[in-house]
């Protein structure tokens, strides 16, 4: 026990824990849930919250201080926001964040907020109601736009919005830098990865996934290349890249950019063209209560059973064994089993 094993097998700090709160949603985008959602775990297969505390507490004596709530939708599970209170309460814990597809925060913001959350990731793939509506099968793009108006009105900072990139969505990336200009709000694009394939390159998806294909990838670099041309268009001035220090504070490997004079900022997350194993500093808990080494591994450690008998020490085992199998690398295998909504993306 002790602080001792706060490095991996690798000499990684692991300072970083995600938490999937549950693998239910009320949008069903297209890359991540079938239509009819997912077979969803039963609940007594889903960690109750004091569960997910006591892990919290112990995850500290290994380095963890760093916790984001995601899913599924996290704002769908009941009782969230007493939860979030209590989380932020574990001594050790100096941060936690949540990641949504937003829909909910006109309802939820402001008492998050008063629970102590103050780092909210918004998820939105298109400015295009249509569109919107056809990667959520359904989903209305208003409910989102809201959701970012309440959480920058609640006073979360920073508010930062995901936007994966998907070459046959065509998506507007200019309107979305344009979003950055006027209010303190930071786009991240992240390169879309072809989570849920069952075999690397087979096009075949997680069960009822209906995905895109490793085609529909665009490199960040391409990325920024549209976003200076069309910034310089626009008229929007230079695309600056900054230093660490003035980037908004982030606990993974975004790189960040600005338009000069703008309020927020732009970021591309490359999981696919930078390689950045090396600087992984992360674990994951399922809703299921599985800790997962690498988010491209299948590879799934039990933990449920330990917190559900109470035995801490078996607790603390199963954290050191799954930091001990941390692999150096995902090296070019990238293909899951699980969906993203139920491994917590
Ligand atoms: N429901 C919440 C949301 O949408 O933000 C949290 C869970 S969702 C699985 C977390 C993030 O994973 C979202 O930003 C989503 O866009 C992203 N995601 C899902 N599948 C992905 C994929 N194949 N490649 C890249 N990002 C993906
Ligand atoms: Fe739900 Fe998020 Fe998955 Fe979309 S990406 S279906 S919002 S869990």
Request: with cysteine.
């Amino acid at each position: 026990m002790g602080l001792a094993m706060a490095t991996d097998a690798h000499g990684r700090r692991i300072d970083y824990l995600r938490i999937s709160l549950t693998d239910r949603c009320n949008l069903r985008c297209r890359y991540c849930m079938p239509v009819e959602g997912i077979s969803f775990k039963p609940h007594d297969e889903i960690l109750t919250y004091e569960e997910i505390v006591r892990f919290a507490r112990i995850a500290v004596e290994y380095g963890i201080s760093k916790i984001r709530l995601t899913g599924g939708e996290p704002l769908v599970r009941e009782g969230v926001v007493g939860f979030v209170r209590e989380l932020i309460a574990v001594p050790g814990i100096e941060s936690v964040a949540m990641t949504t597809n937003g829909t909910l925060l006109p309802r939820f913001a402001a008492d998050l907020y008063a629970a102590g959350l103050r780092r909210v990731n918004i998820s939105l793939d298109s400015l295009d109601p249509e569109v919107f509506a056809r990667i959520t099968r359904g989903g209305r793009l208003a409910d989102v736009l809201a959701g970012i108006d309440s959480a920058l009105e609640a006073g979360f900072d920073p508010v930062k919005l995901n936007v994966v990139v998907v070459r046959s969505l065509e998506q507007d990336l200019a309107g979305f830098a344009r979003l950055t200009i006027d209010r303190p709000l930071h786009v991240r694009f992240i390169e879309y990865m072809p989570v849920g394939e069952a075999e690397e390159g087979s096009g075949c998806h997680a069960e009822g996934v209906e995905g895109w294909t490793r085609e529909d990838s665009v490199p960040s670099d391409e990325v920024l290349d549209v976003l200076a041309r069309e910034g310089a268009r626009m008229g929007l001035g230079a695309l600056e890249p900054l230093e660490r220090e003035s980037a908004p504070g982030g606990w993974g490997p975004a790189r960040y950019y600005r338009f000069g004079g703008a309020a927020g900022t732009l970021g591309v997350i490359s999981p696919l063209s930078h390689h950045f194993c090396g600087e992984c500093n992360r674990l994951r808990l399922t809703a299921d209560g599985r800790l997962r080494p690498c988010l491209f591994s299948d590879h799934e450690l039990d933990v449920r059973q330990a917190l559900r008998t109470g035995d801490a020490d078996a607790v603390r085992h199963v954290i050191r064994s799954t930091l001990a199998e941390k692999p150096e690398s995902h090296e070019s295998r990238v293909g899951t089993e699980r969906g993203m909504s139920q491994i917590g993306g």
